[in-house]
């Protein structure tokens, strides 16, 4: 499990970045969760850095198999302003993706 801690810069100039604790809460309840279907996991937060190209330079130190990623669905507008990860993780990457879905609350 790999999550790329992000600086989101809003139209309005102000920036949000991801606390520690939420992250480190993000980290578990996935891990928690891959464990729970009996699927032996780890974590890793590497620095900062584009999401894609981070997340395609790990797969390739650790020799993945598949890359699965997750989808936000920000919708058109959202993926022109902000990038999408998804799109560029398949541009930076010769490795299998999968995009996966976001689960309904």
Do not use: C
């Not at 606390?19 to 729970?36: G, S």
């Not at 890359?67 to 058109?76: E, H, L, T, Y």
Request: no cysteine.
């Amino acid at each position: 499990m790999v999550h790329v801690a992000q600086v989101i810069v809003g139209v309005q100039g102000f920036a949000y970045i991801e606390p520690d604790e939420e992250i480190k809460a993000t980290m578990a309840r996935a891990i928690q969760l891959i464990e729970d279907a009996g699927i032996p996991a780890e974590g890793l937060v590497p620095h900062s850095g584009p999401v894609a190209e981070v997340i395609a330079k790990v797969a390739e130190t650790w020799d993945v198999d598949l890359i699965v990623v997750g989808s936000s669905r920000m919708g058109d507008l959202g993926s022109l302003f902000l990038g999408s990860v998804s799109h560029s993780l398949l541009r930076v990457t010769e490795r299998p993706v999968l995009i996966a879905e976001r689960m309904a609350n």
